[in-house]
């Protein structure tokens, strides 16, 4: 629990107090209630008339204005009690996503691959919520649960130590039944919960695909597989609630057996003389509120192991390496000559064969290099060395002759801009995702570097322009759209190195000419690196690397030179455009 509550203990403390207090109250209010029917029935309490009430009238009335000013008093303090556990939860989950989530963004680029992204989403929303969840209700629970064990044992074992056993028996079994009861009802609702997923799947999936079931006729076929998953969700789904209402019957059978217990041997007790009538008035609720109380025991074991399970999931992530940006030589972005150099360079991602082997060019400054290759080449792997997402197992990558692993991270990525062919843009405004990276540009440039990466002519027809909501990922817009955007952000960014990694894919060509222009334009004082499988993209430039499996270098040089060698590149240049070799 000091885990996840961590420095925010003495709220904590604070909670559990008011959570005692409350708890203690309300036993003291019970006490004055159960008092009020013994004055009713058999006139006024000596001890009452001891402390100078003298009537049952007035005993009667002193006891409903003391029960009812200690129920205000339980209110106060419950109300401060859940507002405080509450509070608490809301700020451990603040407390865990303020901690998690940069880690989480500052992860080896390794890790967050090698994670599905909702599971790290998971941790961040779902685990980080039942941190919080768990903080502002079972604590409570199991506080008052104890304030109650705590008042009515020490307090039978004074007032009526004869009957202590009655009242004490019941609570081992009840907390066996509760906890049996959760472990079987957990497996119960496991499968139960399968049962439901497979049922949920298979409607969506059927929906979803309503043209191929039409199609081929399988309206009828779909039809069975869902009456057959609902029987199978049915059956799952009435085991476990047999079980949840035959358990809860027997709470109910067990505290009735208690209280009648209670009531008899208490009762025997009073008119034998060995039980004063305003202890065993005072005594006979308590057993009862312990019991219901205990009933929730069973709910509070499994959401702490639920709990302990999601804060593993997140001290995992917390455990993970993440980059250190601010670590390694400076680097002046503004005095970047833009040379890069791929010195015997070999990396391979885990389990496989290397990506690139020995692999070694160099990339002139203020020009723009192609490279080009087959699937499976090392493309995007060299493009991933560049920007130091990953780090050669031997080799060295060297920028202006610097080797950019010993570079601070933040200043190497301000001097190298990248542009995947999986256009990345967030759930806000055109403008809001151009200006992601230069958060400080004016809107003149903005729209010129739109104008630039030829988007300003859609961006102009959209309802709200540059302040158009474009949805999750860009969902308003089309492939071609979301590419051109997240070009005109790079150019806005304007480092002086950009890797372009198949990043006009997804483009028309007459687009893509129009963007060929303006790359010619933009890489006149930068280094440009084109990434690109579809050769007409690269055509003009002023170097390219041709690429096999496995990372080897085969050719270089320029477009009229490599299909004058009548190589690789001119058979995949052949093969896309249908152009003779000859």
């Known amino acids: 629990m000091g885990r996840i509550i961590g420095r925010h203990r003495r709220q904590a403390v604070l909670a559990s107090l008011l959570s005692a207090g409350a708890q203690a109250a309300e036993l003291v209010m019970y006490l004055f209630i159960g008092w009020m029917p013994l004055v009713l029935f058999r006139g006024e309490s000596t001890l009452l008339a001891r402390l100078g009430l003298g009537s049952a009238a007035t ?21 401060r009690a859940d507002v405080s556990w509450r509070g608490l939860g809301q700020d451990v989950q603040h407390t865990w996503r303020s901690e998690v989530y940069p880690h989480a963004q500052r992860l080896e680029l390794r890790h967050l691959e090698d ?29 008052r649960l104890a304030t109650c064990l705590l008042g009515m044992i020490p307090a039978y074992l004074l007032l009526a130590p004869q009957i202590a056993w009655i009242a004490v028996v019941p609570v081992p ?27 949920n799947s298979q409607v969506i999936n059927s929906l979803a695909a309503s043209a191929t079931v039409k199609s081929f006729r399988g309206e009828e076929h779909e039809a069975v597989r869902l009456e057959e998953l609902s029987n199978e969700y049915r059956r799952s789904s009435c085991r476990t609630d047999r079980s949840t209402a035959l358990y809860a019957q027997s709470l109910h059978a067990g505290a009735a057996t208690s209280f009648l217990g209670t009531l008899l041997l208490g009762g025997r007790a009073m008119l034998n003389g ?35 399970a999601a804060l593993h999931r997140v001290e995992y992530v917390q455990s993970l390496p993440a980059e250190s940006p601010g670590e390694g030589r400076p680097l002046d972005s503004r005095r ?77 990525r301000s001097a190298v801009g990248f542009v995947s062919q999986d256009a990345s843009l967030f759930d806000g405004t055109v403008e809001e995702n151009l200006r992601y990276g230069s958060f400080d540009a004016d809107r003149s440039d903005i729209v010129r570097s739109a104008r630039i990466a030829q988007a300003s002519t859609f961006i102009e027809a959209l309802p709200e322009r540059y302040n158009t909501v ?41 687009t893509e000419a129009a963007i060929q222009r303006t790359l010619h334009w933009f890489s006149k004082d930068r280094t440009l690196i084109v990434i690109a499988h579809r050769l007409s993209t690269i055509r003009h430039a002023d170097r390219i690397y041709v690429l096999d499996q496995g990372g080897m270098l085969v050719e270089e040089g320029t477009h009229h030179q490599l299909l004058a060698r009548d190589g690789l590149y001119a058979s995949l240049w052949s093969l896309q455009t249908g152009e003779p070799l000859s």
């Open 115 to 143: 994670e599905r992204t909702t599971r790290l989403a998971g941790v961040l929303t779902e685990d980080i919520s039942q941190l919080g969840n768990f903080v502002a209700t079972r604590p409570d629970e199991v506080i």
């Open 470 to 510: 474009i949805g999750e990922r860009g969902a308003a817009l089309s492939g071609g759209q979301r590419q051109r955007i997240s070009l005109a952000r790079a150019f806005l960014y304007g480092p002086p190195i950009v890797v372009l990694d198949e990043a006009t894919s997804a483009v028309d060509n007459e």
């Open 173 to 199: 079994i009840v907390v066996w039944l509760s906890l049996d009861h959760q472990e079987r009802a957990a497996a119960g609702h496991a499968a139960s919960g399968e049962r439901r997923a497979q049922l």
């Open 59 to 79: 005993q009667l009335c002193a006891l409903g204005v003391a029960a009812t000013l200690v129920r205000v008093l339980v209110t106060f303090l419950s109300y």
């Open 274 to 308: 060995a039980l004063s009538p305003e202890a065993f008035s005072a005594l006979i609720v308590m057993p009862q509120m312990v019991i219901w109380k205990l009933t929730s025991l069973g709910g509070t074991v499994e959401q702490y192991h639920r709990t302990l």
């Open 336 to 412: 970047v000559r833009g040379e890069v150099v791929l010195d015997r360079v070999t990396f391979s991602y885990p389990g496989r064969e290397p990506a690139v082997r020995e692999l070694s060019m160099r990339i002139a400054p203020e020009k723009t290099t192609a490279i080009v290759g087959a699937t499976g080449a090392g493309k995007s792997t060299i493009a991933k060395l560049l920007t130091r997402f990953y780090a050669p197992q031997s080799g060295r990558v060297l920028l202006d002759g610097q080797d950019i692993q010993a570079l601070r991270l933040d200043d190497l």
